[in-house]
């Protein structure tokens, strides 16, 4: 079992700025892929960034200008730093532990937060 401890997110103004963080725990053996996800109201999930072991990283096209994300393996937490926030970044953001591996199981599995919403308004 990884369980994802999630930090952040809240009511953010227009042009504003946040960090999302994650942290992952448990008998883990590896995660092949930290990241989080969101999902809007009446919109499917999607993702905004994935990072995997060798810093290799996926983005949403829409905010990967305007932000940072970094994984650090040896605490099993992933940051995401999104600035010039838009109405449009209002979401429930998740974080998630994609093909993770732990000592209990045989197999891997994705693991995912319960979710941090995030406001962007005035």
């Known amino acids: 079992q990884v369980n994802l401890a999630e930090s952040g997110g809240g009511l953010v103004q227009p042009g504003g700025s946040l960090t999302l963080s994650c942290t992952a725990t448990?008998?883990?053996?590896?995660?092949?892929?930290l990241g989080w996800y969101r999902q809007a109201p009446g919109k499917a999930r999607e993702r905004v960034v994935t990072?995997?072991?060798?810093?290799?990283?996926n983005w949403l096209d829409s905010v990967k200008d305007r932000s940072v994300a970094y994984r650090d393996n040896s605490k099993n937490t992933v940051y995401l730093r999104m600035n010039d926030l838009k109405p449009e970044d209002t979401a429930d953001y998740y974080c998630?532990?994609?093909?993770?591996?732990?000592?209990?199981?045989?197999?891997?599995?994705?693991?995912w937060g319960q979710g941090t919403q995030v406001t962007v308004s005035r």
């Open positions: 998630a532990a994609l093909r993770a591996k732990t000592t209990q199981t045989s197999g891997v599995r994705d693991y």
């Open positions: 448990g008998s883990i053996e590896y995660i092949s892929a």
């Open positions: 990072i995997a072991g060798n810093g290799g990283s």
